[in-house]
């Protein structure tokens, strides 16, 4: 069995990251206590865990134990698939019942007593204890490095807007289109969505009313090495006129929420509305949607209204007057 421990701001929709791309590499969610996941899935899920954006790392889930005493005594049971020298690490989620700060030293012992060598500083192995509802302890096999998100932040691009998301939570969004091969972003901006779709090795389609984000973007993808990217100046709400006959597996976006000149002149519900409506005609049967809608518009009622169906929605609050949910929704 796996385990992942997601991120604990957005929890469902990390929640559902997974979930998704699970669904892809065939295994599910088994259990859940608070940010530990129990994942029913072998190493064929790797290369779809590796994709994650909201989550803080994965590994090997070893004992799962009702109190200390039984961790300690399954430790001594269990053969520890320990690679060179090893260190525990305890991590104690906001729900942890249970007593654990001596657990790091005394389950380092009961390891150390068959044999494997410690080192605190430089470990090979890291053995991680989860203390929530239960105890847990697994091995480490992927850290998800908050620096290999953080060099792609808005302000490390060549082209610079403060208006994109989180790098983690674009993946996000990715992610929770189950995307195999493709993604397109209507509204690209800067690009943030598609770098991450790119990174991932995904074909990357954009379009941007402006001709400046167009370039911006452009600039943006091949920085990060993208190279497999069709870019168009042009309309969201036109898009069967932009990509003629094309049916697109996924779409994954971000529309301006202000009344400022990021939307172009438009009324927002309408532009919304109208880009709903041409997102689902370049969408292939069975694909997937993942888009932000600011609280203040219904983007269920209206996704239901052109035939989407609603598979997710996560509520964010950005700051005291942006307020938002990102919404899942299938063809
Ligand atoms: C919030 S930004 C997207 C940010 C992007 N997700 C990122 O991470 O860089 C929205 C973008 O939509 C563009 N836009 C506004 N109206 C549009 C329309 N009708 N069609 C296409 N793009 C439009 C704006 O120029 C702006 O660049």
Known sequence: MLYVEILGNLREMARDEVKAMLELAGGGIAGRDYLLLKLDAGEEAFPYLDRLGLAHEYGKLIIEADSVEELLERAGEVEWPIKGKFKVDTETMANCRHGVLDLPRKLGAVIYSQGFRVNLSRPDTLVRVYCGEKLYAGIRFHYFSPKDFERRKAHHRPFFRPISLHPRVSRALVNLTKARKEILDPFMGAGGVLMEAGLLGLKV???????????????????????????????????????????????????????????????????????????????????????????????????????????????????????????????
């Open 205 to 331: 389609y954009g379009v941007d009313i402006k001709s400046e984000m167009v370039e911006g973007a452009e600039m943006n993808l091949r920085h990060y090495g993208i190279e497999d990217y069709t870019l168009k100046l042009g309309d969201a709400t036109r898009l069967e006129e932009l990509f003629p006959g094309k049916r697109f597996e996924a779409i994954a976006t971000d529309p301006p929420y202000g009344t400022s000149a990021t939307l172009a002149g438009r009324e927002r519900g309408e532009l919304y509305r109208k880009a709903l409506k041409s997102m689902y005609s370049v969408l292939m049967e069975g694909g997937r949607l993942a888009i932000a809608f600011p609280t203040d518009f219904d983007g269920e009622e209206e996704a239901e209204r052109v035939g989407f169906n609603l598979v997710g929605k996560y509520y964010q609050r950005v700051h005291k007057s942006l307020e938002r949910y990102f919404y899942v929704f299938e063809k």
